[in-house]
């Protein structure tokens, strides 16, 4: 080989060396052998366990008003933590690969190239080479180590459903306290318009020596206090829009339309048997069944930690040729069989197994706590729908009857009702409609009263039936058409 050439293999061996060290993992990166995407959801609104497309194809910001499944798609979507959880789930498919990887043979290839020239000699020696290495039987420590990365796998994809369970949450929630502030706004507005009108009638009486300087202090402290309290609560009108804003993945202080939600009457029919609602959120939290998974993954590892303290079978083989300036070309091949037995590690592996088997019964405790915090939530949580729900219906009681007293006040000579019992349960409905009734029949006064309900119009002694906006009833209440029969 001539200087020219010599000179050549130089500068083409560090150029080929890093050919093959980018283009080989650059191919890599974007192959997935062991199909591990299909482990993982297809985004970071998705679940795993249901199949459906990503709802994340909007804008960042739209120009129409967000109803609540937009909030709750963007929250899911734009929500970082979303997106963490989707990422952790499919860091560990991808350790799932690697699991997998362990049960093929590793191939891997060698060169040299020495060039030696001193005063008296000149030579040189090139060399390639091919190495195989094949894991025959390890007594299960392969299958141990992939049966816990799955388990991982299991528990990060059961701890995403909880992440989005969380998020979707959050968000519902900060929709609705959004509404619940504005609503807490108008009704300080509201007080301190009367607050303020109740300072003026003082202060009026007070000029014309009716009132006491009592009397025109408390009222104007009340209406002081009334103006501090409409102060406080458009401040938190503003941290519930900034906090709606967060949960959905962009900047508090971003502004956007909101569809007010529907006003609905509570539903009743979740009260029901508490025990078996507990068990019913034992059996779907995602957040246990991560807890379970991870259980089955440290017993997984306690089995791959013992198989590492046992003899191992590998299959081994090499090819090289070499080329030296002296001697000429040389090729080699060897196969053989290699067993690799552990005899004294120090103790490594007893300790290694004490460790993870005490890592399963942390697990276990883990799981056994988190079974009964979730019994915990569902008690806590259906206690307090059931003393909102109560206290909304006795609310809606009160606001009915303080309606009736305020019409009351003038003693008018005619009352109109609208649905005055919608929000209200049979009995409260019925105990309002017998105060209407001693009104007319006591104190003569008309009632005028619009309802949807049957048996409440039933109450009337003329009813003026309406269908489709057509008049097809107008005197004495009979059978009400589309009234059961």
């Known amino acids: 080989m001539g200087h020219r050439t010599v000179r050549l293999a130089y500068r083409c061996l560090p150029a080929l060396a890093v050919a093959l060290t980018v283009s080989l993992p650059a191919a890599a990166d974007r192959a997935d052998p062991f199909a591990t995407g299909d482990l ?31 909030v709750v798609e963007r929250a899911l979507c734009n929500n970082p933590q979303t997106r963490e959880a989707w990422a952790n789930a499919r860091a560990q498919a991808a350790q799932v690969g690697v699991g997998e990887a362990a ?52 528990a990060v994809n059961a701890t995403q459903d909880a992440t989005l369970q969380s998020v979707f949450l959050a968000a519902v ?23 303020r009108e109740s300072f003026n009638a003082a202060a009026a009486r007070y000029n014309v020596g009716s009132g006491t300087p009592a009397d025109k202090l408390q009222t104007q402290t009340a209406y002081s206090q009334a103006v501090l309290n409409r102060i406080r609560a458009e ?6 829009q900034g906090t709606l804003a967060n949960v959905m993945g962009l900047d508090a202080n971003l502004a956007f339309a909101i569809t007010p939600p529907l006003a609905r009457t509570p539903d009743a029919r979740f009260e029901g048997d508490v025990a078996r609602l507990i068990e019913e959120a034992r059996r779907n939290r995602p957040d246990l069944a991560a807890a379970e998974a991870q259980i089955k993954a440290a017993q997984a590892n306690v089995a791959a930690v013992q198989a590492s303290g046992k003899p191992s079978i590998s299959l081994t083989s090499d090819l090289t040729r070499s080329d030296t300036s002296s001697a000429g070309p040389l090729n080699s091949a060897a196969l053989g069989v290699a067993v690799s037995i552990p005899l004294f590690t120090g103790f490594n592996t007893t300790y290694r197994t004490q460790a993870a088997q005490a890592q399963v019964e942390t697990r276990t405790a883990q799981r056994d706590r988190l079974s009964q915090q979730v019994a915990l939530d569902v008690w806590k949580a259906y206690q307090n729908l059931t003393t909102e729900t109560q206290s909304l219906k006795t609310s809606a009681d009160l ?23 919608g929000n209200l349960d049979t009995a409260t409905s019925r105990e309002i409609m017998h105060i209407f009734t001693r ?5 003569g006064i008309t009632i005028l009263l619009v309802t949807h309900e049957h048996d409440i119009a039933a109450y009337a002694k003329r009813l003026v039936q309406f269908v489709d906006g057509r008049v097809v009833h107008d005197g004495a209440v009979t059978h009400l058409e589309g009234a059961p029969a």
């Open 40 to 70: 993982v959801a297809k985004s970071q609104a998705a679940s795993i366990n249901r199949a459906a497309a990503s709802p994340c194809n909007f804008s960042d910001v739209d120009q129409a008003p967000l109803t609540l499944p937009d």
């Open 439 to 443: 009104l007319n029949q006591e104190d």
């Open 173 to 195: 929630q900060a929709y609705y306290q959004l509404f619940a502030t504005q609503a807490a706004v108008d009704s300080a507005t509201e007080a301190e318009k009367s607050s």
């Open 235 to 240: 401040g938190d009108a503003r941290n519930a």
């Open 103 to 154: 049960f093929l043979p590793s191939l891997s290839a060698s060169g040299s190239f020495t060039h030696n020239n001193t005063s008296s000699t000149t030579s040189h020696q090139e060399s390639v080479g091919l190495s195989l290495t094949y894991r025959l039987y390890d007594f299960g420590g392969r299958d141990a180590t992939l049966e816990n990365a799955r388990q991982v796998l299991a």
């Open 399 to 421: 606001s009915e009857r303080a309606a009736i007293a305020r019409a009351l006040v003038n003693r008018p000579r005619l009352i109109l009702a609208d649905e005055p019992t």
